[in-house]
């Protein structure tokens, strides 16, 4: 099965309010971290990555959360605007630097209601 | 700079014939990934090219799949005898490499084999 998946593959707020949307991986070797998002018809935009020697790191406007304990890691994206519409995938690597590929989750789909 | 770049963006074939799909990657990156998507779903690796290192094929669904990157920067994904099955966007991805994990993606090609 999937090693990263999330926990709503469907998440639809209202506009100023804060999002936050959930992954979970099982690999427990993964030691870095990345969140895409996707707009209809365009290619992944990377918005922020953390690694596994960290448990927060903010952004603009978003910030990640990583539970090692739990294995679970969170996007959290503050006043959201009809513009954050679109799927946000997580993705985890892991291999301690011999490894470079990413293993992407589903993604969700995030609906901004104005 | 520019970001990544694929042609074409929308590929639309017969059964049975072969395509190419290319993909220009930010100048100076050294790592480049080929990925497919399917609609709805998450990203499925196909290939990555680091440098001049042997390139990791494990994602190729077949082997009418293969690539090239010729002098570390365009890189050519080939399709023989297109199945309907392989209709999906394809996307190009590429990075600094070492231990800079982030990939920037290029919009993608829509292939449609009918």
Known sequence: ?114 | GAGVSQSPSNKVTEKGKDVELRCDPISGHTALYWYRQSLGQGLEFLIYFQGNSAPDKSGLPSDRFSAERTGGSVSTLTIQRTQQEDSAVYLCASSLGGRDLRQYFGPGTRLTVT
């Open chain 1, 1 to 114: 099965g999937e090693s990263v998946g999330l926990h709503l593959p469907t998440l639809s707020v209202q506009e100023g309010d804060n999002s936050i949307i959930n992954c979970a991986y099982s690999n427990s070797a993964s030691d870095y971290f990345i969140w895409y998002k996707q707009e209809s018809g365009k290619g992944p935009q990377f918005i922020i990555d953390i690694r596994s020697n960290m448990d927060k790191r903010q952004g603009q406007r978003v910030t990640v959360l990583l539970n090692k304990t739990v294995k679970h890691l969170s996007l959290q994206i503050a006043a959201t605007q009809p513009g954050d519409s679109a799927v946000y995938f997580c993705a985890e690597n892991w291999g301690g630097g011999s490894n470079y590929k990413l293993t992407f989750g589903k993604g969700t789909l995030l609906t901004v209601n104005p």
